[in-house]
């Protein structure tokens, strides 16, 4: 019989939870509403900020002085890009592991497993390299490609498949399924959750990345977002409310991603949390 929870404690949950809400929002909503002050706005007091007049003139004033748009759509491409890649061989990867015998499979495992203990910033100077190369500084493959090996999707993905039954993937040899039918029909399917947990999670790590783009990127058009934003800091004035509206809508993607998909996300960490 399941225990109840005594009014008291549930109160005192919901208090804290709440009150760990409102202390992730406050910058959130600090950072409207600092957006919506005039230019040079001066404030003797906190509560300044909060208080009319507000002004949309902020938004019109960046829109106008930097291609904030298209480092938006560079951020999508990229972002998107990165995603789709990461799932289709991550999952390809995970699969093999998981059902193909063949020799030194588990230490290939391990070694993506190690993968998971090198630092980004410890390749830079390397891909740098690869990607200088191979010429392709300031285009979409050399922000796509360096994102797309991540071990963490294919160790996620490799324990999912284990548990999938084996007497389903008999039952489909027998049926004259080859391994890729399999692979696409069976285990994809039965894998939308822990699928779109690594989909939402590529997907927001690709759109704050800051420190490739700045490395493999020189020309502003092909500036993403996080590469763009700082352009508009002052070092010598002390200006909030410009940079504050820049990162207003850098960040409407990604709320707007966390309002349509916050289960998923949830569940994604639950699943993380325990398979990782």
Do not use: H
């Amino acid at each position: 019989m399941k225990k109840e929870i005594s009014p008291t404690k549930k109160a005192l949950k919901y208090m804290v939870s709440y009150g760990i809400a409102v202390c992730f929002l406050l910058p959130i909503i600090w950072m409207l509403f600092v957006s919506l002050k005039s230019e040079g706005f001066r404030v003797s007091r906190i509560i300044d900020w909060f208080t009319p007049p507000y002004s949309l003139a902020n938004y019109f004033s960046v829109i106008q002085r930097a291609p904030i748009f298209r480092w938006m759509l560079n951020s999508f491409i990229v972002a998107s890009s990165a995603t789709l890649l990461v799932i289709f061989l991550s999952s390809l990867a995970a699969f093999a592991f998981s059902v193909i015998d063949f020799k030194f499979k588990n230490v290939l495992f391990v070694f993506a497993m190690a993968g998971l203990m090198v630092p980004t910033e410890a390749n830079v100077v390397a891909l740098f390299d690869i990607v200088g190369n191979l010429g392709l500084i300031n285009t979409y493959p050399a922000l796509v490609l360096p994102r797309v090996a991540i071990p963490l999707g294919v160790i996620i993905l490799k324990e999912f498949f284990d548990a999938v039954p084996r007497d389903l993937i008999d039952s489909a040899r027998i049926d004259g399924c080859g391994l890729f039918r399999i692979y696409w029909n069976i285990f994809m399917p039965l894998s939308k959750a822990a699928i779109a947990a690594i989909a939402i999670f590529t997907f927001i790590q690709t759109w704050n990345e800051f420190l490739w783009p700045f490395i493999a990127v020189m020309e502003q058009s092909m500036f993403t977002l996080p590469l763009g934003v700082p352009t508009f800091t002052d070092a010598y004035t002390p200006d909030y409310t410009i940079p504050m509206t820049v990162n207003m809508l850098a960040s409407l993607p990604a709320i707007v991603i966390f309002l349509f998909f916050q289960k998923q996300i949830i569940k994604g960490i639950k699943f993380t949390g325990i398979k990782g």
